[in-house]
């Protein structure tokens, strides 16, 4: 009922006016950032409740215990679900052909690709974030509302930089590779040691402005200063890492952000409705329509899974 009200203020807004204390409202800026990877002042305030709805309150989007956000890492890498997912399917893979223009009526359409691949059917199932499948063309044109929202659903910052070190030096230090800070450049980090390996990993997590201003920087300056932020969080030692890497999403071609799209004030009340609905033969998935863990891997799936069934539906009707 209070969604035209809370959707015409930023998220950052509305945590200024609730008389936090400034380590209260710093910490809640950072946590945030860390979900939603922009600063709260980008987002609208229903979008952060949107982001609650489907995901959990802090606690699930935190939590390492069972079901919680932060409860499972993948052995080789999460890479390995789309590689294994290919491998079921490999005959019918086309790879190295994005989409440039899907022609589309009724109950037909018509997809080409770069480099000459033309594919028909009934039904397509467009999976890229609202803001590249707008890059598509579309015969006959999408409906403006479907245009003019993703126009407003840009993709977040986010990168990632891994410190790799002989050992894990800081256990014998008691300590657990985890730091929050409101100073930077990385706001938060993680142990991300592999099990069976005796190297030490340390993953910092750069996201919203930390992302957009460390990812410009050249590659020497920003390891220089995330190395020395974790000196200053775990001694000396941190300074002689064997290797270091890193990466930002933005750079990307098929991302061009991470980890989703977030509605600004007035999207979700003025255009939501256009995000998963279907036009004609045209349906939508990807992470950012799923109403089940949003902007995750699972939701990717619930989302897949949703636009599957409904094409079903309609070609058994």
């Known amino acids: 009922p209070a969604a035209a009200e809370w959707d015409s203020v930023t998220a950052g807004a509305w945590y200024d006016g609730q008389g936090l204390s400034p380590v209260a409202r710093t910490l809640l800026e950072i946590c945030t950032v860390g979900i939603l990877a922009v600063p709260t002042v980008e987002v609208s305030f229903l979008h952060l409740l949107f982001t609650i709805q489907t995901c959990g309150v802090t606690s699930e989007l935190f939590a390492e215990s069972e079901g919680g956000a932060q409860t499972t890492r993948f052995v080789g890498g999460t890479g390995e679900i789309p590689r294994r997912l290919a491998d079921l399917v490999a005959e019918h893979l086309v790879l190295q052909a994005p989409v440039q223009l899907i022609e589309h009526g009724a109950d037909q359409v018509t997809v080409t690709c770069r480099g000459g691949l033309v594919a028909r059917g009934r039904r397509v199932i467009v999976t890229l974030s609202p803001t590249l499948a707008g890059r598509i063309m579309y015969d006959p044109p999408l409906p403006g509302v479907r245009d003019q929202l993703t126009q407003r659903l840009p993709n977040a910052s986010a990168m990632k930089a891994f410190f790799i070190y002989d050992e894990p030096f800081w256990r014998a230090d008691g300590l657990n590779g985890q730091l929050i800070s409101d ?49 200053r969080h775990f001694g000396d030692k941190a300074a002689r890492p064997e290797c270091y890497v890193d990466g930002e999403w933005a750079d990307r071609q098929w991302t061009r952000g991470c980890y989703n799209a977030n509605c600004g004030p007035l999207v979700w009340t003025t255009f939501g409705q256009a995000l998963a609905a279907p036009i004609g033969a045209i349906h939508w998935a990807g992470t950012d329509t799923a109403t089940q863990w949003s902007a995750y891997m699972e939701g990717a799936v619930e989302a897949g899974e949703r636009a599957a069934r409904a094409v079903i539906a309609e070609l058994t009707a």
Do not use: K, W
């Not at 993953?203 to 000196?231: C, I």
């Open 183 to 231: 100073v930077g450049p990385a706001r938060m980090s993680n142990d991300t040691c592999l099990p069976g390996d005796d190297h030490g990993v340390i993953l910092l997590f750069l996201e919203g402005e930390q992302a957009r201003t460390y990812g410009r920087l050249p590659h020497d300056e920003r390891r220089a200063a995330l190395t020395a932020e974790l000196v």
